[in-house]
């Protein structure tokens, strides 16, 4: 392995656990995924150099687009609110947020082909 491929690994594990904070079971599998591909790729089509930019990849969608929720209890609240499950959303600095506005214009988006694995 690389020191770029290295580096990737790093910044998807740090990105698994700012996505997945407070979710062991979850951030544990994700680390085990990115182990498990880091060892035995699964597209071994791909050049190392190539297989490093998916790394990051990941990283960069964990980062910005996972956001984890947690059911918050409502029963101290009002009796109508009772029976609607209310959720915290864990939004951090890096989430992406986007605004209506960019759903409105159609504009015509190019599609990333991803490589199958």
Do not use: C
């Not at 996505?19 to 699964?42: E, I």
């Not at 609607?84 to 190019?110: A, M, V, Y």
């Amino acid at each position: 392995m690389g020191t770029a491929a290295l580096t990737a690994y790093r910044h998807a594990l740090r990105a698994a656990r700012v996505a997945f904070q407070g979710d062991t079971a979850v951030l544990l599998a994700a680390r085990s995924q990115m182990r498990s591909g880091m060892l035995d790729p699964p597209d071994k089509t791909l050049s190392p150099a190539q297989q490093a930019q998916y790394m990051e990849d990941v990283a960069t969608y964990l980062r910005r687009n996972v956001v984890q929720a947690t059911r918050v209890n409502t029963a101290g609240g009002p009796p109508e609110q009772h029976h609607q499950p209310r959720f915290h959303l864990n939004i951090h600095g890096d989430t992406e947020l986007g605004d209506n506005d960019s759903i409105r214009n159609k504009t015509q988006l190019k599609a990333k082909h991803w490589p199958k694995r």
